[in-house]
């Protein structure tokens, strides 16, 4: 979608006007046929882990790793791989990160689940691919306060 804001003045003058629909009437928006899914609703990381561990899918230290999975339509058999970048706001996005491969890792030396610490976070993710464009999305995370693990939650919000 585009805006203009044209002068008052300019009104007057159609021509203007006309020149500035015939540049943008054929402006074609590529559309995005990148969705992403997150592995588990749910996700686990200990209170003690260490930087670069990854979020697990259950409590168990041994369950798969929480992932965020691309499925990229736009790329056809024979095609080069595209490079994707993941980037991360809101607050906790300075404590956990996404690798190459999707997957969420802790991204702080340490995580403290005591108070005054947040409980929850939202984290948007944002999707680059190499061409420039751009998938957003949303997430909540929620924290337990539980000493022996953390709790992730979560949601996948519209945009």
Request: proline share 7%.
């Amino acid at each position: 979608m585009f805006r203009f804001i044209i002068p008052k003045q300019l009104f007057k003058k159609p021509h203007v006007f006309i020149l500035i629909y015939y540049l943008f009437s054929d402006v074609k928006l590529p559309e995005l046929n990148v969705a992403f899914q997150v592995s588990s609703r749910e996700g686990y990381i200990s209170e003690n882990a260490e930087i670069g561990t990854t979020v697990r899918v259950s409590p168990n230290p041994q369950a798969e790793s929480l992932q965020i999975l691309v499925n990229d339509e736009d790329l056809r058999p024979g095609m080069p791989p595209a490079t994707y970048q993941y980037i991360l706001t809101g607050p906790g996005a300075t404590i956990f990160a996404v690798d190459q491969r999707g997957y969420l890792y802790l991204n702080v030396a340490s995580i403290d689940a005591d108070m005054p610490n947040p409980s929850s976070y939202k984290l948007n993710v944002s999707l680059h691919r190499s061409s420039g464009e751009i998938r957003l999305e949303s997430f909540h995370i929620h924290r337990c306060m539980d000493r022996a693990s953390l709790f992730l939650n979560f949601e996948k919000l519209f945009f």
